[in-house]
């Protein structure tokens, strides 16, 4: 990618998805393959994936392929074919995090860094970019100078920098939480994550205290950079990621749509800067963010680090406002909603706060409307006992509105490509040429005896008009010439199979002139990595991938935390977020306050959840949070570590396993 193009990167958990969102205006999709795809239920068949790529390349679009797990040395060769199928597939780039898999035969396809693979400063983002990594997804955690740090220390020319704008944020640096693993034996760097960061926790002080009660204290709010987009592209980002490959067709419809309204709005005002591929998109909805399944909204740390970033009453969509309950009947709510125009619709998703601060879902069976303008009685699915105080006065929110999805279950965008049209006369007939905005061009012939038109004023008229229907293609006319000697009188029997007959040879001349994104060579001699230590934090899961290390200069490599080398208490996962900070019991926030300043410490904190206990360190200096415990006795009776034992230090006389 060019660096002054501007990537808008769509989410797809299978082909049909993928289809959509290049459609509703994605520059390329990523998906998962059949297998080492990270997400354990969005695995798709390689045939499906050519089928996607087929259609994202009439556009100019690009696909990648997820291969992002780390990967057990007998995992290695199947990877090797699978990238290879892959590639013969037509994808474009795959998204890796095991290093292992640049010391293997690989097809020559572009390679693009995971944000599995934790990338938070200049010094390894340079050093992935060295490594032969073309593009890479940088932390989520990352502020506006920080970006623009990596970015001067990389070649813009060599390595694009991706990053996260929209979509469910994982409370952990990506890579570097491993409570699931240790708690079920379910690896989150092997696609299988059980989600401990969405439950509901005690939180205890040293000294034992309560400080919080069935918080979801490690469940963040959702992803939004829309009004950071600007920003970004200054900073040096230019593939902006939709987070998804597990949601549905609705959300990858309309939030790759919000964010094409939004990046065509900065490429009119930026003539410098373009787009990735090629087409105009026109929707039959107005996209909205907040109709998708969301935990309320946040910029996270882009801006710096924020207060209010975390969704701690809940996890669940709590939706948007829209009344509030005048009666409890037997069978039935009354709503009186705040503006007199909404409607209530059968199917709708309501819900409530009940006194605990819990979400209560209420979902509509039927739906009617009083006659009295804002007054609804709507009857629920469950039955009334089943509402959890549920009273008159308790404010209702809409989290599934079933008319807007509706709208979406139907055909709801097009994307075409401007094409300019020209008919000469010839000696023996006529020709017509099509050009594409791309450039692309090609020409059909028609020979035959042309006759003048019997009504000349009327003649180009119906001739431009004839050859601007363009129909089910994927392009759209932005001119017609006409170089004819006189008007001319051509009937559509003759006219339309012309046209249809250059539009395919223009479709074809695109498909032939596809390139392969090129795959970076690394530079020679290796660059060395940042640091000649590797803990388990690095993920090293086979001997490809400790070859890969030992190759740059690092000394000493720890197997990954699922090779269970690591017994003892170790940083189950590593945050920015800080408990503390969003509970105002961050010594730095009570600096200077009259009263307070010394008392408040960055003492350890306890997280419970039943039979579960986890330990809060806080590390003040990077403001860094660390969630500690142990492996479970059952996970590592029940789950053999896989057979990968490195060396702390090389034996003397003996080369290192």
Not at 141 to 162: K, M, S, V
Not at 244 to 272: C, S, W
Not at 348 to 368: F, M, P, S, T
Request: net charge neutral; charged share 25%.
């Amino acid at each position: 990618m060019l660096p002054h193009q501007l990537e808008l990167l769509s989410p797809a958990r299978d082909a049909d998805i993928g289809i959509e969102a290049v459609n509703h205006g994605a520059d390329a999709v990523y998906i998962g393959g059949p297998s080492f795809g990270a997400r354990t239920s969005a695995d798709n068949r390689v045939q499906d994936i050519a089928r996607l790529a087929k259609h994202a390349h009439r556009f100019g679009g690009r696909i990648f392929t997820t291969m992002n797990t780390i990967l057990r040395d007998d995992e290695l060769e199947p990877a090797r074919k699978l990238a290879w199928q892959l590639y013969d597939a037509g994808v474009d780039a795959l998204i890796v995090q095991d290093m292992g898999l640049l010391e293997i035969d690989l097809p020559p396809i572009q390679l693009h860094a995971s944000t599995q693979t934790d990338i938070r400063t200049p010094e390894k983002a340079r050093f992935l970019q060295d490594a032969g990594l073309s593009q890479i997804v940088l932390a989520r955690e990352l502020t506006l100078q920080q970006i623009a740090d990596i970015r001067a220390a990389t070649d813009p020319q060599r390595c694009t920098l991706e990053f996260f704008i929209h979509g469910a944020l994982c409370v952990a640096y990506s890579g570097q939480c491993f409570i699931s693993h240790a708690h079920t034996g379910r690896s989150a760097n092997r696609g299988d994550c059980s989600q401990a960061c969405r439950l509901p926790y005690e939180v205890k002080d040293s000294q034992g205290r309560i400080v919080a009660h069935d918080k979801h204290v490690l469940s963040m709010k959702d992803n939004n950079q829309s009004n950071n987009l600007r920003a970004l592209i200054d900073a040096g980002a230019r593939s902006f990621k939709i987070e998804g490959r597990y949601k549905d067709m609705g959300y990858v419809k309309n939030i790759t749509a919000h964010y094409r309204v939004l990046f065509d709005q900065i490429l009119e005002e930026r003539p410098e800067l373009a787009r990735a591929s090629s087409g105009e998109c026109t929707f039959s909805f107005q996209p909205d963010p907040d109709q998708n399944f969301n935990r309320e909204f946040t910029d996270y740390f882009v801006q710096g680090r924020q207060q209010d970033i975390g969704a701690f009453d809940t996890p669940k969509n709590p939706g948007r406002p829209i009344g509030y309950v005048t009666q409890v009947g037997p069978h039935f709510v009354e709503l009186e909603t705040d503006d007199p125009a909404t409607v209530i619709h059968n199917g709708d998703g309501l819900c409530y706060l009940d006194l605990q601060k819990e979400l209560v879902g209420l979902q509509i069976n039927r739906a009617e409307s009083t006659g009295k303008p804002g007054l609804w009685r709507v009857f629920p699915k469950d039955p009334m006992d089943s509402f959890k105080d549920l009273r008159k006065g308790v404010q209702i929110n809409r989290n599934r509105d079933m008319d807007w999805v509706r709208g979406l279950e139907k055909k709801s965008a097009e994307r075409r490509i401007g094409a300019w049209l020209r008919l000469d006369e010839t000696t023996n007939g006529l020709s017509l040429t099509v050009t594409d905005e791309d450039g692309h061009s090609a020409t059909a012939t028609l020979p035959c005896a042309l006759e003048p038109a019997k009504d000349p004023a009327q003649a180009d008229a119906r001739l431009r008009d004839s050859l601007s229907r363009l129909g089910e293609t994927i392009f759209q006319p932005i001119d017609v010439a006409l170089n004819l000697n006189g008007p001319r009188f051509v009937p559509a029997s003759l006219l339309n199979p012309l046209r249809r007959e250059a539009i395919d040879k223009l479709e074809a001349a695109r498909t032939a002139a596809w390139q392969r994104l090129p795959r970076a060579k690394p530079v020679e001699p290796p660059a060395p990595y940042p640091e000649d230590t590797l803990t388990y934090l690095a993920n090293v899961f086979n001997h490809k991938a400790r070859d890969f290390y030992a190759k740059h200069g690092v000394n000493m490599i720890a197997a990954a935390y699922e090779s269970h080398e690591e017994e003892g208490e170790v940083s189950l996962m590593i945050t920015k977020h800080c408990v503390r900070y969003s509970l105002s019991l961050c010594p730095k926030q009570a600096k200077g306050v009259t009263g307070v300043q010394g008392t408040v410490r960055a003492e350890p904190m306890q997280l419970i959840n039943g039979h579960e206990k986890l330990t809060l360190r806080f590390d003040c200096k990077p403001c860094e949070m660390h969630v500690v415990g142990k492996i479970k006795r059952s996970v590592l009776n029940a789950v053999p570590a896989s057979p990968v034992t490195f060396y702390r230090t090389r034996p003397s006389g003996a080369a290192a396993g």
